[in-house]
């Protein structure tokens, strides 16, 4: 039987602040009565990325006015919160800090219990807040800090298939963006650019398509830009706005045809495993890219199965997800109270070794 809950739930992992209220019925549905979330671009703008010292403090000082305007929203008060959750993990150690320490005194000071939620399992869960996803169903999860293809089984049942030996797929489209003069984020210049671009003037890779499997890589392609670039510059002094554009485009179609091959592939591991997918979904930043989001929905009806792609505020990180993984959590375990420890590594498939690439947004286990 399913009781109804209030929860609510902070996010802070990264570089956006956040906090939601969500109430889930005795019926099972739940509904998102408030999502807070509070950016912090303006203050890392100079740095040319995620500076983790200015991301902790400025979390610090927004996570209590993101929940009360959370609670102004839900038009509640904390009395009638029933559970708190927080990402416990993984991402920059001094957020995931200030939002377990913030979740913990709230908890604290009401007597009610508290739930530590892996990050990558709010977005991965996601399809089942927005689109009552069955289990089981593939997720590719692609944004500037992630980027795995989960075989989501369970509430606490993910199977990483693959995923980025390098650079997540939004961390390339920021660099994209950088080396070529364009706006940050990155990956809306880069789409934008592509648009009136020739995606077959450059000959660039279509990195790990001879790998068994569906792991992905970025870098090199990063670097064939870059090459391709320079080779412009050296031969006419300079980038006009078609070279850019076709760059773009270039750049953008090989990430299509790798995302593309690699789905496949990750539905096809999951059939073999007798889990024949109700779904493919995808969240993260980088399902914004209407190219991608195309891609995969062709591989999905190929497949005949549903295309799922939850509303892009959801997508991004939020905290509505960590308060929904918290729901689907309580069913199964008990809560974590004040034991709860930060883990800025924390992959989400415990039974496989943690893929340490760099970025600039932390961990991506
Ligand atoms: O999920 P998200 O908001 O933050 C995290 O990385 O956790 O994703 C942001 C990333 C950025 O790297 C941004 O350039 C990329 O998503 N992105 C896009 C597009 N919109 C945002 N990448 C490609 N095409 C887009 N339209
Ligand atoms: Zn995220």
Known sequence: MTTACTVLAIESSCDDTAAAILRRGADGRTSILASVVRGQTDLHAAYGGVVPEIAARAHAEA???????AMDTAGMTIS???????????????GVVSGVMCAKGLAMATGKPLYGVNHLAGHALTPR????????????????GHCQFLLVRGPDQFERLGGTIDDAPGEAFDKIARLLGLEQPG???????????????????????DRDGCDLSFS???TAVL?????????????????????CAGFQASVTDVLAVKTRRAMQMCIQQDAVPTALCVAGGVAANQAIRTVLETVASGFKTDFVAPPLALCTDNAAMIGYAALEQMDISAPAGMTLAARPRWPLDQSRPAMLGSGKKGAKA
């Not at 996570?63 to 305007?69: G, H, I, K, T, V």
């Not at 990956?187 to 398509?209: I, K, T, Y």
């Open 63 to 69: 996570l209590d006015l993101c929940a009360e305007e």
């Open 80 to 94: 009638e919160i029933d559970a708190f959750a927080v990402t416990a993990g993984p991402g920059l150690i001094g």
């Open 129 to 144: 807040l927005t689109d009552a996803t069955a289990y089981p169903y593939l997720m590719l999860l692609v944004s500037g």
């Open 187 to 209: 990956g809306p210049a880069v789409e934008r650019s592509a648009q009136s671009g020739a995606s077959d003037r450059f000959r660039l890779p279509r990195p790990l398509l």
């Open 220 to 222: 090199g392609l990063k």
């Open 227 to 247: 090459r391709a670039r320079d080779a412009v510059v050296a031969e006419k002094g300079g980038l006009t706005q078609v070279d850019v554009a076709d760059l």
